[in-house]
């Protein structure tokens, strides 16, 4: 059993002692993550407990004040996104940021932005391989699409520039539970099968660690359990950690 999930291969990115946060707010107290090729790697914890802002300062996205971020051993701390991007890192973020005005194959085509024209046509075969159920709806325009849909075409977008780690904030936000396992096995888990370094944020934890190779517990910005994502889920301290969580934050308002 390896006591770290860095222990399994070099890591495609990885944070060391990140601290990150706005202004003079630290919300990221000295974080550690590491996520392989092909692996999909959860971060859960309770509302508030800085789950965006770790992702966002992987980002340059929030102030990062301390520590680093990697991109397969390079140092990529602080870099603005659009270089990330060019280095193979996507970000599908936690808002909605698809344009509903545009058909999806618009919307796609944005997201191949920094391609040309047959760069881009061949990078679209390759997305509509992994998402096939996006071929048919390609004319359907974004704001006449379900919540599952439009975020498979955000993480699609993401995809155009043949990312090699994608980080994705809790895609199934505002989803039914169904539908949320249908998220997760179709989209994070369909990404890691395609060789992807996925990390993921959910707050539906349960149905997250079910799916996930490695996760990582954040309670007020520090990681709490880092563990193989099935022990977490059959760790009873699990509920306590939420609950407590979740009590200290009704007593606060
Ligand atoms: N743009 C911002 N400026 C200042 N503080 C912020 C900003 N965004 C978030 N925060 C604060 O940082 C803390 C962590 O927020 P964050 O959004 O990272 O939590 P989270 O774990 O993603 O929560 P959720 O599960 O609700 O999405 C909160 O106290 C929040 O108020
Ligand atoms: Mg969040």
């Known amino acids: ?3 770290s999930s860095a222990d399994a291969a070099p890591s495609a990115l990885a944070t060391r002692g990140l601290v990150a946060g706005y202004g003079d707010v630290v919300v990221v107290h000295g ?3 590491d996520v392989q090729k092909g692996r999909l790697v959860t971060v859960v ?3 508030g407990a800085g789950k965006s802002t770790l992702l966002k300062a992987i980002l340059g996205l929030s102030k990062v004040m301390d520590g680093h971020v990697m991109l397969d051993g390079a140092e990529v701390t602080g870099q603005p ?3 990330l991007a060019r280095r193979g890192i996507g970000y599908v973020p936690q808002v909605d940021d698809v344009f509903e005005t545009l058909r999806v194959s618009e919307n796609l085509e944005m997201g191949g932005y920094l391609l040309d024209k ?3 046509a061949a990078r679209l075969d390759e997305v509509l391989e992994i998402f096939p159920a996006l071929k048919p709806k390609m004319r359907r325009f974004l704001g006449t699409m379900s919540g599952g849909e439009r975020k498979m075409t955000a993480v699609a977008r993401a995809l155009m520039l043949a990312p090699r780690v994608l980080v994705l904030d809790e895609p199934t936000a505002g989803l039914s ?13 369909v990404l890691a099968h395609h060789g992807k370094a996925v990390l993921l944020v959910e707050q539906k934890a349960h149905a997250a660690l079910e799916i996930s190779d490695w996760a990582y517990v954040l309670v007020r910005g520090s990681v709490a359990k ?3 994502a099935r022990e977490v889920l059959g760790d009873p301290d699990m509920a306590e950690i939420f609950l ?7 007593g606060a308002r």
Do not use: I, K, Y
């Open 177 to 189: 539970p169904a539908l949320t396992r249908v998220v997760l096995e179709e989209q994070a888990r």
């Open 45 to 47: 914890g309770p509302n």
């Open 226 to 228: 880092s563990a193989p």
């Open 81 to 83: 996104l659009e270089l």
């Open 1 to 3: 059993m390896p006591t």
């Open 118 to 120: 047959s760069e881009r």
């Open 244 to 250: 407590g969580a979740t009590v200290r934050n009704e």
């Open 31 to 33: 974080v550690d993550v």
